[in-house]
């Protein structure tokens, strides 16, 4: 079974740093580029980050640029993201997602397989 658990969200003040990690099956992360997506209320679901099976290629949005880092291990089938400077706007439910043999993908639709997602809260 593909599974997607994330974790390490929480409440955080403006400035502040949070890293989420995102435990997957075996079977999962193997052959797949992995990402990162978030939603917060009322807006539409917006890419965020992904990295590449190998790890030899992320992509990042621009809003989060420079203060987001996307990582995986292979050898632990974990996915993290370091979100630095956090800002009031980062407020979002994040979600993890693979796809398989995604290289580079930004498009929600190409990810087959999601995690529940876990809540990251900026305050101003």
């Known amino acids: 079974q593909v599974q997607l658990v994330e974790s390490g969200g929480g409440l955080v003040q403006t400035g502040g740093s949070l890293r989420l990690s995102c435990a997957a099956s075996?079977?999962?992360?193997?052959?797949?580029?992995m990402g990162w997506f978030r939603q917060a209320p009322g807006k539409e679901r917006e890419f965020v980050a992904t990295?590449?099976?190998?790890?030899?290629?992320?992509l990042y949005a621009d809003s989060v640029k420079g203060r987001f880092t996307i990582s995986r291990d292979n050898t632990k089938n974990m996915l993290y993201l370091q979100m630095n400077s956090l800002k009031p706007e980062d407020t979002a439910v994040y979600c993890c997602?693979?796809?398989?043999?995604?290289?580079?993908?930004?498009?929600?639709?190409?990810?087959?397989?999601w995690g529940q997602g876990t809540q990251v809260t900026v305050s101003s």
């Open positions: 990295i590449s099976w190998t790890g030899d290629s992320t």
């Open positions: 997602a693979a796809g398989r043999w995604l290289y580079n993908s930004r498009r929600s639709d190409e990810y087959g397989y």
């Open positions: 075996e079977r999962s992360f193997r052959g797949n580029g």
